[in-house]
């Protein structure tokens, strides 16, 4: 028989939300969302025209977006790591890697994910933040996202990873 | 101020707030920020009828309600933050999008295509429906999106999301320079 090397059911977020603690209030992750709905929109990155001018590299917006968080967000977690900086409740933080596995998932499934945002000009973050602007149709995207991701569920088995 | 707010933010202001929200996440409750989780979570709550979908979704809860917080942002930039001008792109992206077809530039999208009358168009079923799709299949695959990668991913300098991010760009540009043409 043929050997399927695929993770676990549940990959690493899911693994770190089952041990997280069970009761924590959610009126800070709504808070947190609402700022992060209101960068994305005040930013443009939800724009199906700024993506289409980052993949024709005709402005540095988007570009200037993303490496700004990715370095801002690298030395956070730097001094996370290196002071030992506990959560609020007091727990080490704790940050899943990313498992290898073949590495098949992350060129092939980015690819595909790739197609997606270039089409739909929205990753799921914008999505939300698309409803939240007046964009109702992406209601009809955020429901293919869905069939995309049952449909990978039920194909998870036969997929290299 | 409001008035000052309502402009639109350069990537040096939004990029930094945008990265901010990893560190929040993980000092706040220790949560890895990761958007399209939600999109798993939404189908085992509904249709949990399948290996990789049975599992306790309301594990997911916080970020359910993050992603309901950003439908709130945006609403919020939308009605209190609005900017009517149009989305100011280069004037080569405007050149290489009319040359497509495209016309109305007034919105943060293209309305001929994303709306209700677009989507009854094959353009518009296949950027809207399938490329809904491909967004909702390959992030589940690859293991996140633009938010769990490219952002929290690569900060935590992770290999895997550096051959994501580097996937979402090969897509990305397939579609655009090989489909959309096609398409428009």
């Known amino acids: 028989m043929q050997t399927i090397d695929y993770p676990p059911t549940t990959d690493a977020t899911a693994a770190q939300e089952a041990q997280a603690p069970p009761k924590d209030g959610l009126l800070k992750y709504l808070i947190v969302g609402i700022f992060f709905g209101i960068v994305l929109t005040k930013s443009e990155v939800i724009s199906w025209f700024r993506i289409q001018e980052m993949f024709r590299f005709q402005a540095f917006h988007m570009y200037g977006v993303i490496g700004a968080a990715v370095a801002v967000a690298a030395l956070s977690v730097y001094l996370i790591k290196k002071r030992q900086t506990k959560s609020f409740n007091g727990d080490a933080i704790k940050i899943q890697p990313k498992d290898w596995g073949k590495g098949y998932r992350y060129w092939i499934g980015g690819t595909i994910f790739g197609l997606g945002w270039a089409l739909t000009g929205a990753c799921p973050g914008p999505i939300f933040a698309l409803l939240g602007n007046g964009v109702l149709v992406m209601a009809v995207a955020l429901l293919g996202a869905l069939a995309g991701t049952w449909t990978y569920a039920a194909l998870r088995p036969k997929l290299p990873h | ?184």
Not at chain 2, 25 to 41: K, T
Not at chain 2, 79 to 108: V, W, Y
């Open chain 2, 1 to 184: 101020m409001l008035e000052f707010i309502s402009q639109p933010w350069p990537w040096y202001v939004a990029g930094p707030i945008i990265g901010l929200v990893v560190p929040v996440l993980l000092l706040i409750g220790n949560r890895q920020f990761g958007v399209s989780d939600n999109l798993r979570h939404m189908c085992a709550a509904t249709l949990g009828n399948v290996e990789f979908l049975k599992y306790d979704w309301k594990a997911g809860k916080w970020n359910l309600t993050f992603a309901l917080g950003t439908v709130v942002g945006g609403f919020i930039a939308y009605t209190l933050l609005h900017n009517p001008d149009p989305i100011a792109i280069s004037q080569a992206t405007k050149s290489d999008l009319a040359a497509l077809g495209i016309s109305d530039f007034s919105g943060l999208v293209p309305v001929e295509i994303f709306s209700w009358s677009g989507l009854g168009t094959l353009p518009g079923i296949i950027m809207i429906v399938v490329g809904g799709f491909l967004v909702g299949f390959g992030s589940r695959y690859a293991g996140g999106c633009t938010s769990g990668h490219a952002i929290s991913g690569l900060a935590n300098l992770q290999f895997p999301s550096l051959i994501a991010v580097l996937g979402f760009f090969a897509g990305g540009l397939i579609a655009t320079y090989f489909i959309l043409p096609i398409l428009l």
